[in-house]
């Protein structure tokens, strides 16, 4: 059974441009959800895609969005990077079973804006 | 509303010594709860979790946990350390919503020293 991968590793952006987290889910799992977590703290909740559609939004500007296509893998967007974006973008996948969900984490992507 | 209180950001303790890292939660609906756990520059992975059975909860590596309503409590305990217990250990509510969303405490970092 093939785990939760993110690419890229690491990457290094600019502030003011844009930039894509890529994801792909653990098998059998319809849902995703993304954490930012900046160094030294806990993980905060972005958002959550299952099936497709935004299921839950954390305390993040608009200018965070998300993708999850039919194979559950997801993107997350980044638009005008602030220098404050810079954390470890961590991608979490999980089957919903009408009860409850565990999630299963990525390694996670580490962004650094310039 | 939820919210994850960890007690100690640092926790240091001796090879062969009891690990107790204390985490409080606050959640106007039954929590569920989790420890996680974090080594350097990796994603993170799932202790245990505790969904409403049994209080005591048993998860990987030894380590264990008691709910404790009447004292909002979930601390996460294990007999005795091992230097490859090293890492971040991260506290987590999730509510009885749809979503499944995570909400983590500040993490404590436990040092083992031989």
């Known amino acids: 059974e093939t785990g939760v991968t993110q690419s890229p590793t690491h990457l290094i952006k600019t502030r003011g441009q844009q930039v894509t987290l890529r994801c792909s889910s653990q098998?059998?799992?319809?849902?995703v959800s993304w954490y930012q977590q900046a160094l030294g703290q806990g993980p905060q909740f972005i958002f959550q895609y299952y099936r497709e559609e935004e299921n839950g939004r954390g305390n993040f500007p608009p200018r965070f969005s998300g993708l999850q296509f039919p194979n559950y893998s997801s993107e997350l967007n980044v638009n005008a990077l602030e220098l404050d974006d810079s954390a470890l973008y961590l991608c979490a996948s999980s089957l919903y079973s009408g009860l409850q969900y565990e999630q299963y984490f990525g390694p996670g992507t580490r962004l650094t804006v310039t | 509303a939820q919210s994850v209180t960890q007690l100690g950001s640092h926790v240091s303790v001796s090879e062969g010594a009891l690990v107790l890292l204390r985490c409080n939660y606050s959640?106007?609906?039954?929590?569920?709860l989790f420890w996680y756990v974090q080594y350097p520059n990796q994603g993170l992975q799932l202790l245990l979790k505790?969904?409403?059975?049994?209080?005591l909860v048993k998860g990987i590596n030894g380590f264990e946990a008691e709910f404790k309503k009447s004292e909002t409590s979930f601390h996460l305990t294990k007999p005795s350390a091992h230097m490859s217990d090293a890492a971040e250990y991260f506290c987590a509510v999730s509510g009885s919503s749809n979503t499944g969303k995570l909400i983590f405490g500040q993490g404590t970092t436990l040092q083992v020293k031989p």
């Open positions: 959640s106007s609906v039954p929590p569920y």
């Open positions: 505790y969904t409403s059975a049994a209080t």
């Open positions: 098998s059998g799992h319809n849902t």
